[in-house]
């Protein structure tokens, strides 16, 4: 850290040589007006996570600091004068090239997909839309990149988890069975039946089944990506196979002896974690279940390739290109029929 200089005064000290001193130039206005708008952000995170969620408060601070990054690489004359200034188009173009160029990464990225790069700029208009909004400044939002999809792979993949689960949960008896697997081969079943995202799944409640001798259900609502904002998605009720149902019975069974060592409210989550997570019998998040999803499918690669098998492609351990492939694979079923 640099002293701060001091005059020659009265009592004879030598002056800070000049080669000592370091130059600390003032924060930018429109820096200190943006900081202000993160923090009214970061309270209504704080407070109302349904208005500005963990996730959501993440992608904004991201596009904070790449601003900060690239105003001083040269935006505009005026970019620093003001956020408005900041947000003016022509600044904002010059922002999303940085962007789009790599120029404003912080840390070493091995991405080369262009739907990584096209979602990448989605996320920062929407957020300059957020932040203007915020400041209650005019923005002329640029026109989106249009939505790419991820490739599919084969459905086959998906009969290779629903084998492996299948046969891990066969080395238990019924009652001897771990809780997590338990777990897995209802959500799996969950997954091929009603083809939830994510966000989707980790938001199913249990009043969202209907368990009956002649009725399975499950009652969700849909989060589309790029979904229009503001509205609120209708419920979807989908059917059930037998199979789906007996494993959601028997999770359902497990899910009840989990919440009994829990004080206080009793979880109203359908998926809840399961041991040898320390915290087994609270609700399970997006990230929790993302990277079950992502070791069941480097176990099922891993068996794979010591069997030898060729394959075009691997097992696809994000969750979305999953459903993706399913959704792909039910809709070309549905165009024969």
């Not at 009603?194 to 399975?216: F, I, K, Y």
């Not at 999803?293 to 480097?298: G, S």
């Amino acid at each position: 850290m640099s002293s701060t200089a001091r005059h020659l005064d009265a009592s004879g000290d030598r002056p800070t040589p000049a080669v000592a001193l370091t130059a600390v130039p003032t924060p930018a206005r429109a820096l200190h007006e943006l900081e202000r708008v993160m923090d009214v952000f970061r309270t209504v995170n704080v407070t109302a996570k349904d208005v500005i969620s963990d996730a959501r408060l993440q992608q904004l601070e991201w596009v904070a600091g790449e601003l900060a990054l690239a105003l001083p690489l040269g935006l505009t004359e005026t970019a620093g004068d003001s956020l408005a200034e900041l947000l003016a188009p022509d600044a904002v173009q010059a922002y999303l090239l940085y962007g789009r160029g790599g120029y404003l990464r912080t840390a070493p990225t091995v991405a080369t997909d262009p739907t990584s790069y096209d979602t990448s700029e989605r996320i920062r208009i929407f957020c300059l839309e957020r932040i203007a909004e915020q400041a209650r400044i005019p923005f002329e939002a640029p026109d989106m990149p249009p939505w790419r999809l991820r490739p599919t792979v084969s459905p086959h993949m998906a009969d290779l988890i629903t084998e492996h689960l299948e046969t891990e949960a066969a080395q238990w008896t019924e009652t001897a069975r771990p809780d997590s697997i338990v777990r897995g081969l209802a959500m799996w079943g969950v997954m091929r039946d009603a083809l939830p995202r994510l966000g989707e799944l980790e938001s199913m409640l249990v009043d969202s089944l209907v368990l009956t001798a002649d009725t399975r259900t499950l009652t969700l609502r849909r989060r589309p990506q790029g979904g229009a904002r503001g509205k609120t998605p209708e419920p979807e009720t989908i059917d059930l196979s037998i199979d789906t149902g007996q494993r959601l019975a028997d999770w359902l069974d497990r899910r009840n002896r989990l919440i009994l060592r829990l004080h206080g409210g009793v979880p109203r989550h359908l998926w809840l974690a399961a041991p040898p997570h320390p915290d087994f019998g609270v609700p399970i998040h997006r990230r929790g279940i993302s990277k079950w999803y992502k070791k069941l499918a480097d176990a099922v690669q891993i068996k794979q390739d010591a069997a030898g098998v060729p394959e075009k492609d691997l097992v696809p351990t994000r969750w979305e290109t999953m459903r993706r492939t399913l959704l792909a694979q039910r809709q070309a079923l549905e165009g024969t029929a």
